[in-house]
């Protein structure tokens, strides 16, 4: 486990503190950055920024950036007891499956949630985040967001059922990690559609096995 210290200003050290003290590095200069946000705050620019600055880095053999701010206390054991059971190499990736004999599309979040959906939708269609959010300004619409959204779905019917995370193991022998996820109770309103119905389900499980070569098999 390694880490760095980022400030705004170079401070005093001592000959003492080295080397047991994470390094300290000093945040590149944002005062030509536009900032028109009379609400917020400048800093924000600066914290966003340490994110990027440290990939810039080039640390090798790292698989988690982990960040906290000046008030955070990391207990390491702790941290790495957790961050060993999740596939860094996945933990942000989407998946879209589809079961056929029920006509349900399955989103499983790695990390996050798992959502299923009466009905078969493309995988550009669920791969786009539904507007369950409102913009940061309350007066802005759905276009001033950076990103394409999806608008919530008006037919009761396509209401997804979601499942959040609570809890994942890791399966040493099977080389394995198996996640599991809560389904989020909220009430669904009355489907007059003829096909399986997914609330008696309670919790969905999901197994996956690390692939390093995933990416070189894609076809282009």
């Not at 920024?49 to 390491?76: A, K, Q």
Request: glycine share 4%.
């Amino acid at each position: 486990m390694r880490g760095v210290v980022w400030l705004d200003d170079e401070v005093e050290t001592k000959e003492e503190d080295k080397g047991v003290l994470p390094p300290i590095k000093i945040s590149g200069d944002t005062s030509k950055f536009v900032y028109k946000n009379k609400q917020g705050h400048r800093s924000a620019i600066r914290i966003s920024r340490i994110v990027s600055e440290t990939l810039r880095l080039g640390m090798e053999d790292v698989r988690w950036f982990v960040m906290g701010d000046d008030d955070t206390v990391f207990v390491t054991e702790n941290l790495i007891r957790i961050l060993r059971k999740m596939d860094s190499a996945g933990i942000m990736q989407q998946s879209i499956c589809y079961d056929k004999s029920r006509s349900w599309t399955v989103s499983v979040s790695w990390g996050f949630a798992v959502q299923i959906f009466r009905g078969v939708f493309s995988p550009r269609e669920i791969e786009m985040p539904s507007r369950t959010f409102l913009n940061w300004y309350r007066r802005a619409d759905y276009t001033a967001y950076a990103f394409n959204t999806r608008p919530v779905a008006r037919n009761p019917c396509q209401k997804p059922f979601v499942f959040y995370l609570s809890k994942a193991r890791s399966l040493t022998s099977l080389n394995t990690t198996v996640s599991e996820y809560q389904r989020h109770r909220v009430p669904h309103p009355e489907c007059k559609w003829k096909m399986a119905d997914p609330s008696s389900i309670n919790m969905a499980v999901v197994y996956k096995r690390p692939d390093p070569q995933l990416w070189s098999r894609v076809s282009v």
